[in-house]
Structures are given as C-alpha cells and as structure tokens.
C-alpha cells in the first residue's frame, strides 16, 4: 500500500516561529501536494510538485514555501507563523495522468499562538 | 462565488438509509470528477472516479455526472454506521500535456449514519 507519512499528527507553534512541516512517500510519486483544510472552505492548495527542485504555486501560496531536494520528501515551511495559519495541513502525492488519484497523509493540526 | 459548492451539512440518516450527497460547478472545464471519502483524524481516500457525464456504480455507491447541469452526486444506498465520514468532491481541468492533479475540492458533507 501506498503511504504518505507526515511527521507530526499535532504541532503548536507560537506567532513569528519558523514551522517546518515534512512529507515522506513511499511509492516514487512524481507529484507532491501541500493543501490546508478548514471547516467550511474544503481543501485548498498550498503548492504542489512534479519533480524534484520544481515547485508552482496553488492557489494560496501567500505565507507558505516548499522544499522538494529528493522525490520522496516534500516540505512546506512557514517562514513566520501567524494565528491565520492555524489549521489542519495534509500532504498529498501521485503518479500523474489524467485519472491520477491523489494519496494523502493523516494531516498535522497546526495551532498558532 | 466559489468553483465548486457543496452543501456542508451536516447530515444524519438511519442505518439502511438511501444518501444523496450533491456538488455544482460553475467551470465547464472541469472534466474529472471524484468522491473522497475522510474518516474522522485521517486524510481523503478516494472513493469514486468519473470522467464525463453518466453513472458509475461501485457496490453500494453510485456517482453520477451531469455536465449539461454542472452537478455531481453521490448516493449510497443501504447506508451503514462504517459510513460515517466527511465526504468531498473534487474536480481537475485536462491541462493538455500536463496534469498535475491539480483539483478542486467542495467544502465537504459531514455524514452520519446511526444504528
């Protein structure tokens, strides 16, 4: 089976901190994904990856980078966290294609204080 | 006005209960339609994979697809406890040669099934 390993299940950072939060997949993936998910917005996309050193922003990369040195691992990083950014992160990977499935990690519950 | 709304719920049915569960669009680009399914403190699994209008069945889930309305759902009959989950749909352009599963997600149904 696939797995998509996130590092931390529950994170608590103060306001101004740099977070780091790590991505693992086991599967070669080409494609790896950052969203954040809030009650009553969905999911959204932070940033993604297909193919290592290459990165294009999402849909809300504001406050966000990535980090992709080896294909198997993907970091998202908050250069100063903010109270804003407090949220529940999930880690995503593919193959690609058209009908790609996405394989998610459990998530890291981010609170920001 | 967002690209994908999905009715939040939530939503609490008896055991053997038929559900329907719903999603519009408003981009006619979409044309890779899904269904993931979260348990509670675990990430989205998919569930069902449709592309282009019409119905796919697997077991007790039925999605269907009517791009002429830009509306998805998703009904399982004989809904049980195990059942009890957020479900989201997600949509994804073709970009030509490249697809980078990028999707789109609806804000996602909170269901519960009771004995």
């Known amino acids: 089976d696939v797995k998509v390993t996130q590092s931390s299940r529950y994170l608590v950072k103060r306001t101004g901190e740099k977070v780091f939060l790590e991505c693992v997949q086991d599967?070669?993936?080409?494609?790896m994904f950052w969203y954040r998910q809030d009650p009553g917005l969905g999911l959204r996309l932070i940033y993604f990856?297909?193919?290592?050193?290459?990165?294009e922003k999402g849909d809300i990369p504001e406050g966000y980078s990535v980090s992709r040195e080896k294909k198997e691992r993907f970091s998202l990083i908050l250069e100063s966290a903010s109270t804003n950014q407090t949220s529940m992160y999930l880690c995503?990977?593919?193959?690609?294609?058209?009908?790609?499935?996405?394989?998610f990690g459990s998530g890291t519950q981010l609170s920001v204080l | 006005q967002k690209e994908v709304e999905q009715d939040p719920g939530p939503l609490s049915v008896p055991e053997g209960a038929i559900v329907s569960l719903n999603c519009t669009y408003s981009?006619?680009?979409?044309?890779?339609f899904m269904w993931y399914r979260q348990y509670s403190r675990k990430g989205p699994e998919l569930l069902m994979y449709?592309?282009?209008?019409g119905n796919k069945e697997d077991g007790r889930f039925t999605a269907q697809v009517d791009k002429s309305s830009k509306y998805i759902s998703l009904f399982i009959r004989d809904s049980q406890p195990s059942d009890s989950a957020t479900y989201l749909c997600?949509?994804?352009?073709?970009?030509?040669?490249?697809?980078?599963?990028?999707?789109?997600f609806g804000q996602g149904t909170i269901l519960t099934v009771h004995p």
């Open positions: 995503a990977s593919s193959f690609g294609g058209a009908n790609e499935k996405l394989f």
């Open positions: 599967m070669d993936h080409e494609n």
């Open positions: 990856s297909y193919d290592v050193k290459m990165k």
């Open positions: 981009n006619s680009a979409f044309q890779y």
């Open positions: 449709t592309y282009s209008s």
């Open positions: 997600a949509m994804k352009r073709y970009a030509g040669g490249t697809s980078y599963g990028k999707l789109t």
